[in-house]
């Protein structure tokens, strides 16, 4: 449990336009990326045998690209529901980390409010929200500039992904959606990863994913996220205790 934060008379205004329109401004750059990745997967979602409402139901629904893809040949092979939510949950254990991380500057509002904040927000709105704000410190329109970064975020995705579900069926798979896809992720991961914690972690989740590419069910790829995201926090941690003893 996170305190509950100063008294509402001090703390600053979580609302400013400027901030809002700042935030918009330092957005844009990654919305292609984002709609491109959303159009890869809303094609794949159809090629994979769903249905127009039930491509466009996920789409909506879970809003989450790399669960969506993990889930979808299970999905096609028929696995248990249990093996496809059990996937899904481990490929998105990032989030706990998002949210532990979003959770003290928003902890003053309202459940519901913070509940719909979590559920829109993604690892680039993280990662471009913790660099504006670092610290937990109380500072003013944080609030707006957290609304200004999910939500042309969402738009964008749900956007690409609904033009994807709808040109699923037109599109020839010899078109390389695998590229496409990977050249998406790259439009994406190139603004995010701006930091020395964020480099090493992209640099050892490459690595390990080129190194365990044989092992079975794709496992190589898990062990690359949390292998990466471990060595972020690590690095994260001494730079953190370094400026402390400065």
């Not at 989030?95 to 927000?121: D, N």
């Not at 699923?168 to 959606?177: D, K």
Request: charged share 10%.
């Amino acid at each position: 449990m996170h305190p509950p934060g100063p008294p509402a008379a001090h703390r600053p205004p979580d609302e400013d336009p400027a901030i809002f329109r700042d935030a918009l401004r330092i957005g844009a750059p990654t919305l292609f990326g984002i709609g491109a990745w959303g159009l890869v997967v809303g094609v794949a979602m159809i090629n994979s045998g769903l249905t127009l409402p039930q491509a466009l139901g996920m789409t909506l629904l879970v809003f989450a690209g790399s669960a969506q893809l993990a889930s979808l040949p299970l999905i096609a092979a028929g696995a248990p529901v249990w093996v496809v939510f059990a996937t899904a949950f481990v490929v998105n254990l990032r989030f706990v980390i998002f949210s532990a991380l979003l959770a003290p500057h928003f902890v003053h509002l309202p459940w519901k409010q913070r509940f719909l904040l979590g559920y829109v927000s993604g690892d680039i709105t993280v990662n471009l929200f913790q660099q504006r704000y670092p610290s937990e410190e109380p500072a003013p329109g944080k609030l707006s500039f957290l609304k200004g970064l999910i939500m042309p975020n969402w738009a964008a995705w749900q956007a690409g992904s609904i033009i994807g579900i709808f040109l699923g069926s037109m599109v020839p798979v010899q078109w390389g959606l695998g590229l496409a896809g990977t050249l998406a992720i790259i439009c994406i991961l190139v603004p995010a990863a701006m930091t020395r914690a964020s480099l090493v972690g992209v640099a050892v989740a490459g690595a390990v994913a080129v190194a365990a590419y044989r092992m079975p069910y794709k496992l190589g790829l898990l062990a690359a996220v949390l292998v990466g995201m471990l060595c972020a926090m690590a690095v994260e941690e001494w730079s953190t205790r370094g400026h402390r003893h400065d």
